[in-house]
């Protein structure tokens, strides 16, 4: 469920029409609805009510500043994966003790930033960097909170790209170095292992992954405490996946119930780190057709977003919806949906039935609101988009649209 829908023929987000915002703040445009957001959030949170458990929306689905603060005034932790979403969060005024860190590579000055802010855990992947969050939490004189990231060997069924549980995967420790791994943070002066942790991938459609993967981890829980480590935290990651076209992936509350199920009467906090549940639906994109074309095998919209704006059809063939800001019902037609950048993967829909669509009219692409803005760069020198939310019948600017004295402010 979200809070874009026509009106007489119009699109609105909330209360207002999009036309008008594409006439204030030109396009492409970035638009967030606020109430999808705390929707969404409220659905997946109240899904583990049954459980003491915390919900760290994942940054990197979507980082705004505004965004952010949104979900922490709802009662949001983070799950970050970099020094600059640690920022991020902390800025937006997030509580350190609800925030995990998570991610393969954590560089030395990140381990130092967030043993300072005083953070819930550090989600562990090699004992590489156990050794090194080790060493910086003694230079600092305090014990860091850590779990290990447990690669269960899960095919979580969803794109390459976004699987993280399988054995040929980067992520994590297999279940046998895990149990090392902890026997040696319980030895370590200034380590305590506190928890334990798994995220499978993304965009996962069904539950049945999340179960297998839960089970290996319930069962080395009970082997850690065969040998004296009672850990408190059980972080299941995110993944949970959403409806871009005619996917069903189950509702969070049949997701929190599935998970409930086998988690009841155990002596663990739950930490959940949904991202794309929270914040896909919860934004769209708009982008004015500069011009059309057709040849003997094709019909191409030109739109003015490209892949820098929106880059996941491009890099995983992804599928987004795709309408008009303003409905005019003429007869359908098949078009190539793509972005003035100079290169043929520069696309943001192939082969797909519109309405006719003219010159100098928009489109909507719905499920932008996650990995859309935050993937998105600079290529071919294009300013990043402006984003907004819109709150009721309130527009904020949640991030202006950049300038090109932005994009060479730190060149000589
Ligand atoms: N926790 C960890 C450790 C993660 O790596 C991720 C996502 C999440 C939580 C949040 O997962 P979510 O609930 O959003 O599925 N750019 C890709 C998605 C990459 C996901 C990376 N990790 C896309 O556009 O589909």
């Known amino acids: 469920m979200h809070h874009f829908e026509y009106r007489d023929g119009v699109l609105f987000a909330e209360e207002v029409s999009v036309t008008k915002l594409t006439e204030n703040y030109g396009t492409p445009l970035y638009i967030y609805s606020a109430a999808t957001f705390r929707r969404h959030f409220k659905a997946f949170d109240s899904a583990f009510d049954g459980l003491d458990h915390l919900t760290c929306f994942s940054v990197k689905a979507n980082s705004n500043l505004s965004v952010l603060r949104m979900l922490a005034e709802e009662g949001a932790g983070m799950d970050i994966v970099s020094g600059g979403e640690l920022y991020r969060a902390l800025k937006a005024g997030v509580a350190p003790e609800k925030i995990v860190y998570s991610g393969v590579g954590k560089r030395e000055s990140e381990i130092r930033d967030a043993l300072s802010a005083g953070i819930l855990m550090f989600n562990v992947e090699s004992v590489a960097e156990l050794i090194k969050i080790d060493e910086v939490a003694g230079l600092k004189g305090v014990k860091a909170q850590v779990s290990f990231r447990i690669n269960p060997d899960v095919d979580p069924q969803t794109h390459p790209y976004i699987s993280t549980g399988m054995a040929k995967n980067k ?10 791994a902890y026997e040696m943070a319980a030895k370590l002066d200034n380590i305590e292992p506190v928890g334990m942790d798994c995220h499978i991938g993304s965009q996962l459609t069904s539950i049945e992954p999340f179960l297998e993967a839960l089970d290996k981890l319930l069962d080395f829980y009970e082997k850690l405490k065969g040998i004296g480590i009672k850990i408190k935290y059980l972080d299941l990651g995110g993944g949970l996946g959403i409806p871009y076209d005619e996917e069903q992936p189950p509702h969070p509350t049949e997701f929190g119930q599935a998970l409930s199920a086998k988690l009841k009467g155990l002596p663990l906090k739950v930490i959940l780190e949904p991202g794309r549940v929270i914040a896909g639906n919860a934004g769209i994109m708009v982008t004015k057709v500069l011009y059309t074309k057709s040849n003997p095998t094709k019909n191409f919209l030109i739109v003015d977003a490209a892949m820098n704006d929106l880059v996941r059809p491009s890099l995983y063939g992804s599928y987004h919806r795709i309408g008009e800001v303003e409905e005019h019902g003429r007869a359908p037609m098949v078009y190539d949906v793509v972005g003035p950048i100079c290169e043929s993967g520069d696309f943001l829909a192939r082969d797909r039935e519109l309405p006719g669509i003219k010159q100098g009219e928009r489109l909507v692409l719905y499920s932008a609101g996650a990995y859309g803005f935050t993937m998105s760069s600079n290529y071919n020198t294009r300013p990043r988009a ?17 300038t090109y004295e932005d994009i060479v402010a730190n060149e000589l």
């Open 171 to 180: 992520f994590g420790l297999d279940i046998e170095n895990s149990f090392k």
């Open 386 to 402: 402006c984003e907004l939310i819109v709150d009721d019948d309130k527009v904020i600017v949640a991030r202006k649209r950049e």
